[in-house]
C-alpha cells in the first residue's frame, strides 16, 4: 500500500471515511439518490448543481434542492453563475441555511444553456476570472469551498494547470477535475494524463474523475494520477453497489459479487420510497422511470419491462412490474437448479 492509499482524504476540516466520491449530475443526484449511494459506502457525495440566481430569488423548486437528510454527510452542494455578486450571494445562503459540509462551484458542465449564462464551463478560459471568483466565495463563507472543473474548453485550450493553480490561489479547499474537454461533452476518452500534471503542480486535495466505470478503473486512475480520490458518476446510476465494491477493492483488491436481481429491485424499491418522500408519488414514479432502467441493466429481457415501466403511472403499477421482474428471475433460477 503506497503512502497515497494510507492518508486520510479530507477536504478543509471534513474528513472522509474513504476516497471514493459520488459526482454531481443534474437531475439525478438529489437526497433521495445520494443517500442511497452513501449507504452503499461513498466516502463523499455531491449534490446536483444549483442555480444562484433561482436560489437568490428563493425559488421554491430551487429550494427543496437543499434538502438534506443527515446520514447523508459528509456531503458536497454545488452552485453555479456567472455573476460574482449572485454567487455570493447564494454561497452566504449556503454556508448559513444547510447542514452541507463542503460548497462546490461548478466550472465543468458544458451545456449551452449553462455557457450561455457565463458559467460552468465557460469559466476554463479565463484563470483570472476563477481566481476572482473563487476567492471572492471564500472570503464570503465560513465553510470549505472546492472547484469541480473540467481539463478544458477544446483540444487547443486545455488550461487544467494554470486553472487548477488559480483556484488553489485563491482559497479552494479542493479541486475535482473531470478528464474531457467542455467541446468533448461525455464522448471520447479522458485524458488522465492532464489529471496527472494537475495533480504534480497543486498542494490541496485533488479529485480524479472520467472513464471510471469498474473498481479496477478506480484503482487504475488513482495510480496513473496520484489523485487523492476518485469520482464516480454514470457507472452508479442504477448501481449504488460500485461504491461498496470500489471501496472493497482500493482497501484489500478484493472484488465483490455482483448483486442478484432481487437485491437490484429491492433497492430500486428503497431508492423509490425515498424519491417518494421527496417529491411525492406522481413526480417519484416520472422520475423513477429512468432510473429504473438503470437498475434493470443486465437483467436478460428488461427491453419490454423498461417500455412497459416507461408507461407506469402509479405506484402500485411500478411495484407490481419491479416485482415481477424478480418473480420471473426466482422461476428461472428454479428451472436451472
Known amino acids: 500500500m503506497s503512502n497515497n492509499d494510507q492518508k486520510p ?44 440566481k433561482a436560489l437568490n430569488i428563493r425559488n421554491k423548486k430551487t429550494l427543496d434542492m437543499l434538502y438534506i437528510d443527515e446520514r447523508e454527510n459528509p456531503m458536497t452542494l454545488q452552485i453555479f453563475g456567472g455573476d460574482k455578486e449572485n454567487l455570493v450571494e447564494a454561497a452566504k445562503f449556503v454556508d448559513k441555511n444547510t447542514t452541507a459540509d463542503i460548497i462546490d462551484i ?12 457565463e458559467a460552468g464551463a465557460k469559466w476554463l478560459l479565463d484563470p483570472n476570472k476563477i481566481y476572482e ?36 490561489r485563491a482559497g479552494a479547499a479542493a479541486i475535482a477535475m473531470h478528464g474531457r474537454t467542455r467541446v468533448q461533452m461525455y464522448e471520447g476518452k479522458a485524458n488522465w494524463d492532464v489529471l496527472a500534471e494537475v495533480k504534480k ?9 472520467g472513464d471510471v466505470e469498474t473498481p479496477a478503473d478506480a484503482k487504475r486512475i488513482l ?18 453497489w460500485m461504491m461498496y465494491q470500489t ?17 437490484k429491485m429491492d433497492v430500486c424499491l428503497l431508492h423509490f420510497e ?36 416507461n408507461l407506469a403511472e402509479t405506484e402500485q403499477e411500478l411495484r407490481a412490474l419491479l416485482n415481477n421482474v424478480v418473480e420471473e428471475r426466482d422461476e428461472d433460477e428454479l428451472v436451472l437448479a
Open 9 to 52: 482524504f479530507q477536504i478543509g476540516d471534513i474528513i472522509m471515511d474513504n476516497r471514493v466520491v459520488l459526482a454531481p449530475m443534474a437531475g439525478i443526484c438529489n437526497s433521495a439518490f445520494r443517500l442511497t449511494v452513501k449507504e452503499f459506502g461513498a466516502g463523499l457525495v455531491y449534490a446536483e448543481m444549483i442555480s444562484d
Open 106 to 117: 461548478n466550472m465543468g458542465c458544458p451545456v449551452n444553456k449553462i455557457i450561455k449564462c
Open 133 to 168: 471568483m473563487v476567492s471572492a466565495v471564500v472570503d464570503a463563507v465560513d465553510k470549505p469551498v472546492s472547484v469541480k472543473m473540467r481539463i478544458g474548453w477544446d483540444d487547443e485550450r486545455v488550461f487544467a494547470v494554470e486553472n487548477a493553480q488559480a483556484a488553489e
Open 201 to 209: 503542480n497543486i498542494n490541496i486535495p485533488f479529485i480524479a474523475n
Open 223 to 240: 495510480e496513473h494520477t496520484k489523485a487523492d480520490a476518485v469520482m464516480i458518476g454514470r457507472a452508479a446510476l442504477g448501481n449504488p
Open 247 to 263: 471501496v472493497k477493492y482500493l482497501e484489500s483488491g478484493e472484488l465483490m459479487p455482483e448483486p442478484s436481481v432481487r437485491e
Open 274 to 309: 425515498r424519491l417518494k418522500a421527496l417529491k411525492g408519488e406522481k413526480v417519484a414514479v416520472r422520475e423513477m422511470r429512468k432510473h429504473a432502467s438503470w437498475y434493470l441493466k443486465g437483467i436478460r429481457g428488461n427491453g419490454k419491462i423498461r417500455n412497459a415501466i
